[in-house]
């Protein structure tokens, strides 16, 4: 069955960078859009960016455009999120999400703090 695993979750610090990455397996990863989203302690998830089959669209939400980047790897089932520029308010569980199947990983935590 699909399976969505995250890693690359840790502490950085304000001003830092962190690249966290998003395995697939058990569907075709190519054909589908993936989602990022993000949920922080007593908050509504919500959504961080997506990015198209083929990796050559994407859109951000506001709080993280031009600091935050998606990119996927299709020959190796990868979705990566490259954060610059990392503040508090960055801290959140981080979720990946194919489009189809409907599908979510676990979730890995990052932590911005000094």
């Known amino acids: 069955q699909a399976q969505l695993v995250e890693s690359g979750g840790k502490l950085v610090q304000p001003g830092g960078t962190l690249r966290i990455s998003c395995v697939g397996s058990?569907?075709?990863?190519?054909?589908?859009?993936m989602l990022w989203y993000r949920q922080a302690p007593g908050k509504e998830r919500e959504w961080v960016g997506t990015?198209?089959?083929?990796?050559?669209?994407?859109n951000y939400a506001d709080s993280v455009k031009g600091r935050f980047t998606m990119s996927r790897d299709n020959g190796k089932n990868t979705l990566d999120l490259q954060m610059n520029n990392l503040k508090p308010e960055d801290t959140a569980v981080y979720f990946c999400r194919s489009l189809s199947p409907d599908h979510w990983g676990q979730g890995t935590q990052v932590t911005v703090s000094s």
């Open positions: 058990g569907f075709t990863f190519s054909n589908t859009v």
């Open positions: 990015i198209g089959a083929e990796g050559d669209l994407a």
